[in-house]
């Protein structure tokens, strides 16, 4: 590349004067339009992160393995969210739900409701808060507050108080771990107290 012939510092004063005037004009008179588009830039961000993209009410999701339904959620409401802590794919549930385990609504092994929760419908994953009920085809069934369901890691657990009633009486603890189909399930610290039916206090008739 050849340099342009050389001129008198003079010459390049008033030049370089008009192009930094020029320069200034510019950015003067884009700062406006500059400051616009941000606050735009962070209104939209920010309603992406606080308004669901999409909103569902009484509505529902059929988990499939290889064409079969394996867990079906009924739900009042479900929010999805575009971007932010909540991930596409990621919903949250609220105004009470249903989550039907092992099947469709119609036929399925156990049942899962609470108040709210997340529910991950790529992977099956739910997180459910409030008022939580889970419910074996045994009829066991299973009382706290807090519950993580994991489908695909076939997992159940709390570190929250539970109650747990069966047909023998009730056990009490904290902390479960259990299949997710609530077949089989440990509570990891039990109180020590096991409440038994009335029908298991009764005397055999041979006694």
């Known amino acids: 590349m050849a340099w342009g012939p050389f001129r008198p510092l003079t ?34 961000e920010h309603a992406l992160r606080t308004v669901p993209v999409q909103t569902i009410v009484d509505g529902s999701f059929e988990y499939t393995e290889r064409g079969e339904v394996v867990n079906a959620l009924v739900a009042g409401k479900l929010d999805r969210w575009e971007e932010g802590p909540r991930n596409d794919g990621q919903w949250t549930v609220s105004e009470g739900f249903t989550l039907f ?28 808060w409030d008022d939580v009920v ?16 994991l489908h695909d890691s076939d997992l ?43 029908d298991d206090q009764k005397p055999s008739p041979d006694e």
């Open 11 to 44: 010459t390049c004063r008033p030049r370089l004067r008009a192009a930094c005037f020029g320069a200034a004009t510019v950015l003067v008179s884009c700062q406006p339009f500059a400051s616009d588009e941000a606050q735009k830039a962070a209104e939209q």
């Open 101 to 128: 385990i092992g099947g469709a609504q119609g036929n399925h092994h156990a049942t899962l409701s609470a108040t709210r929760g997340t529910y991950d419908d790529q992977h099956g994953h739910l997180e459910a």
């Open 134 to 149: 889970l419910v074996n085809e045994e009829g066991d069934r299973l009382l706290t507050e807090h519950l993580v369901w």
């Open 156 to 198: 159940v657990r709390t570190e929250r108080p539970v109650e747990i009633f069966t047909d023998q009486g009730v056990l009490r603890g904290t902390g479960l771990r259990a299949d997710s189909q609530f077949e089989t399930y440990q509570i990891l610290r039990p109180t020590g107290s096991f409440e038994l039916s009335l």
